[in-house]
C-alpha cells in the first residue's frame, strides 16, 4: 500500500501523487477505481464530421468569391451540408430508439426541404410532395410495427397522436389552398383516418391516462 | 412486460430537471464495499429481484405540457463493470444504473428518482439478495418490509399540513470556494476512510454529535483555506436532512429538505465555539416545527396556480436561471447517517459510501459498524479542503485513515 509521508496517510489511487496533497508517492499497484476511457467513438465522429463541414464551407464560399462572384452557389452547398449534418445527428441522438428518431428525422427532412424549396425559388413542391409522401411512409411504417412485428408500441403513443395530425396537415393546407396537389392529399388523410379508427379501436381506454399524464397541471 | 404506470414528480425533484448540467448531473452514487470480489451474473439476477420489489425505480422521465413525470420504462436494467466517472449522466431511459468494479458494487441513480436515503433502500436490498445469491443465506426479505405502495408513496402530499406557519429563511450571500478549476467537467471523487469508534470518541470529547463535529471541522478547514478579507461573507454549508427521521415514512423516493447552515466567521473562535454555535442551528433548524412549516411553505408554493400553467420548458428555463443565480451556500454535506444491515451480512460487507455530484465541493459521509467514509466530489484541481480536514483529524488524535481516490 502506498503512503504518503507528507500527510502521515495511506493512498490508494491511480495516479503517482497524493491525492491530498500533490506530493509524489509510490504507484498503487492495484487501484480500486478503474482506468476510464474519456472520449467515445461517436463524439470522434462528431468532432471529424464539424471539422469537415466548416472546412468544407469554408473552402467553397472562398471559390465561389474567386471564380463566381456573381453566382451565389456556395450557399446552397454550405445548406446541403447543413442539411447532411442535421441527418446525421438525428441518427446519432436518436440511435436507441427508433421510432422517436425516425418522428425527429422526418420533421428534419420536412424543415430542410421546406428551405430548400424557398432557396431555389418557391414551388411548392415540398408541401405538395414531400409533406405527404412522410406523412404517408411514417403512417405505413407505425401500421407495420403495430400489426406485423411484436413492437411495444405504447411506449410512443404520443407519437402516434402527433402523427395522426401530421397526415391531416396535407388536406387542411389543400382546402386552405397552400397545397395545390390533391391526391397525395388524399391518400396521406386517408391514412390518418386508418390510423385514427385504429388507434380508438385498439387504444381508446389509455386516452384518458395518456392525457392525464402529459397535461396534469 | 411490466404493467405501465406513471408518477408525478414529488416536491424535491421537481426543481431537480432544470438545475441539471453537465458539471451537477444530479446524479449521485451509492457503493457498497464487499470483502470479496463481485460476481457479474448473481449481481445481474440480484438486480432483477430488488427491481421487482421496487417497480417506480425502473422508470423514465418524460415531460409533459406543464410538469415532467415519471413513466414504466420497458428497458431493462442490467449490471455492468464501471467504466465511467462516479456520477456522470447516465445513458439510456432508466434514471439509475448499477454496476460494479472488483468488490465494489455502485448504484448511480439521477436525484429525481430517489433521496440518498431512498436509494439506499435499493442498494441494501439489491446487495442482501446478491449475497443470498452467493452465500447461501435468505434474509433479504428482512432488510425492507414496507410494502410496495408506502415505498413509492410521495410523502411530501402525505405530511404537509398546509399549516398557516410559513418559512422563507433569508440568507445572506456566502463565501464562494476559489480554487482553480479542473479543466474538464468530471469531478475527482476522494474518499476518506475512518474508524467510526474514533470519531465518536472524540466527538463526545466535545460533547457533540458526530454530524456536528465534523460539520465544524469542515468549517473551521474552510476558514483555514479562505483569504481573510472574503471571509465578511458567511461559509454557507447546505445540509439535507432526512424527513423520514421525523416523519413516519417508509417511501423510497424523495423525502428530505436543505437546510443552509451559515457560519459568519469571527477571528477568536475556536473548534469549540463552532460546535456551539452548530448545536444551537442544528436544534433550531431540525426541530419538527420548523420541518412541518418548511414542509407546508414548499407545497403551498407548488400549488400556486401561476406557476402550475407555465409550460414545462419554460418552467425548467426560469427555475434554471433563478437557482444559477443563488448564491448562498459554499458547499454541501450529506450525512446518510449509520446503515443497518440484518447481522448476518456484516460478514460480507466491509463498507458502505456515497458521492454526490456538485458544482464545486460535496461532502457525504456514511457509517457502516466501524467504518465511517466520507467522499468529496470536487471540481478543483487542489484539495486543501480536503486536506486540511484530514490533517485536523489526525491531529485530533485519530489512527485509522486511509485516502482512496480516481484521481489521475
Ligand atoms: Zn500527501
Known amino acids: ?217 | 412486460m411490466r404493467e405501465k404506470r406513471w408518477y408525478k414528480l414529488d416536491n424535491s425533484a421537481k426543481i431537480i430537471p432544470s438545475m441539471t448540467n453537465n458539471l451537477n448531473t444530479n446524479v449521485f452514487r451509492l457503493v457498497c464495499s464487499l470483502k470479496e470480489k463481485v460476481e457479474a451474473d448473481k449481481l445481474a439476477i440480484a438486480l432483477k429481484m430488488t427491481c421487482e420489489e421496487f417497480p417506480m425505480f425502473t422508470c423514465k422521465m418524460k415531460s409533459g405540457l406543464f410538469w415532467h413525470y415519471l413513466e414504466t420504462s420497458s428497458s431493462e436494467p442490467f449490471v455492468e463493470e464501471d467504466h465511467v466517472y462516479p456520477c456522470s449522466k447516465l445513458d439510456g431511459d432508466l434514471l439509475f444504473k448499477v454496476t460494479y468494479y472488483k468488490n465494489r458494487i455502485n448504484l448511480d441513480m439521477y436525484h429525481v428518482l430517489a433521496d440518498g436515503n431512498g436509494a439506499l433502500e435499493f442498494l441494501k436490498y439489491l446487495v442482501a439478495c446478491y449475497l443470498d445469491l452467493v452465500y447461501g443465506l435468505s434474509h433479504h426479505d428482512k432488510v425492507n418490509t414496507a410494502s410496495i405502495y408506502a415505498r413509492e408513496s410521495d410523502d411530501f402530499k402525505k405530511f404537509s399540513k398546509f399549516g398557516k406557519k410559513k418559512v422563507y429563511d433569508k440568507y445572506k450571500s456566502a463565501y464562494k470556494l476559489k480554487f482553480p478549476r479542473k479543466e474538464n467537467t468530471v469531478g475527482d471523487v476522494i474518499e476518506v476512510h475512518l474508524s467510526a469508534s474514533e470519531i465518536k470518541r472524540i466527538a463526545h470529547e466535545c460533547d457533540c454529535t458526530v454530524t456536528v463535529y465534523l460539520t465544524a471541522v469542515l468549517i473551521r478547514s474552510i476558514v483555514q483555506c479562505a483569504h481573510v478579507g472574503d471571509l465578511k461573507k458567511p461559509i454557507g454549508i447546505i445540509v439535507p436532512i432526512d424527513l423520514r427521521g421525523i416523519f413516519p415514512s417508509q417511501t423510497v423516493r424523495n423525502f428530505f429538505y436543505t437546510v443552509n447552515i451559515q457560519y459568519e466567521y469571527r477571528e477568536e473562535d475556536t473548534l469549540l465555539d463552532i460546535i456551539k454555535f452548530l448545536k444551537e442551528k442544528f436544534s433550531e433548524k431540525f426541530s419538527k416545527e420548523n420541518l412541518q412549516a418548511l414542509l407546508d411553505s414548499y407545497m403551498s408554493l407548488e400549488k400556486l396556480l401561476l406557476l402550475r400553467i407555465i409550460p414545462n420548458f419554460l418552467k425548467d428555463f426560469i427555475l434554471g436561471i433563478i437557482t444559477g443565480f443563488r448564491n448562498t451556500e459554499t458547499m454541501g454535506f450529506s450525512n446518510l447517517g449509520v446503515v443497518e444491515m440484518p447481522e448476518v451480512y456484516s460478514d460480507y460487507i466491509c463498507a458502505f459510501s456515497g458521492v454526490m455530484s456538485t458544482v464545486d465541493l460535496h461532502l457525504t459521509t456514511m457509517t457502516y459498524n466501524d467504518e465511517l467514509r466520507f467522499s468529496f466530489m470536487s471540481h478543483f484541481v487542489t484539495n486543501e479542503i480536503e486536506r486540511n480536514m484530514v490533517k485536523f483529524l489526525k491531529d485530533a488524535g485519530i489512527e485509522k485513515c486511509k485516502i482512496v481516490s480516481n484521481k489521475e
Not at chain 1, 502521515?8 to 509510490?26: F, M, Q, Y
Not at chain 1, 431555389?120 to 415540398?126: H, L, M
Not at chain 1, 411506449?155 to 401530421?166: A, S, V
Request: with cysteine.
Open chain 1, 1 to 217: 500500500m502506498a503512503k504518503c509521508n507528507k500527510c502521515n496517510v495511506e493512498v490508494d489511487t491511480r495516479g503517482e501523487r497524493c491525492p491530498l496533497c500533490a506530493a509524489k508517492i509510490e504507484k498503487t499497484i492495484d487501484p480500486t477505481y478503474p482506468t476510464i476511457k474519456t472520449t467515445s467513438t461517436w463524439q470522434f465522429i462528431k468532432r471529424i464530421m464539424i471539422i469537415f463541414v466548416l472546412c468544407t464551407s469554408i473552402i467553397v464560399v472562398f471559390l465561389n468569391g474567386f471564380l463566381t462572384p456573381n453566382m451565389k452557389w456556395s450557399v446552397f452547398v454550405i445548406a446541403a451540408l447543413l442539411s447532411m449534418y442535421t441527418v446525421f445527428l438525428g441518427i446519432v441522438k436518436g440511435r436507441k430508439r427508433i421510432l422517436s428518431m425516425m418522428f425527429y428525422m422526418s420533421f428534419a427532412i420536412l424543415a430542410i426541404t421546406f428551405i430548400w424549396d424557398r432557396l431555389i425559388g418557391y414551388k411548392g413542391w415540398s408541401l405538395n410532395y414531400v409533406l405527404p409522401s412522410v406523412a404517408i411512409g411514417y403512417g405505413v411504417f407505425l401500421l407495420i410495427l403495430r400489426f406485423v412485428s411484436h413492437f411495444a408500441i405504447e411506449n410512443y403513443r404520443g407519437y402516434i397522436y402527433l402523427h395522426i395530425l401530421l397526415e391531416f396537415l396535407p388536406l387542411v393546407m389543400y382546402v386552405k389552398n397552400v397545397v395545390t396537389f390533391e391526391p397525395l392529399a388524399l391518400v396521406s388523410a386517408c391514412f390518418g383516418t386508418i390510423n385514427l379508427l385504429v388507434l380508438l379501436l385498439f387504444d381508446f381506454s389509455h386516452l384518458k391516462n395518456d392525457l392525464g399524464m402529459r397535461l396534469h397541471i
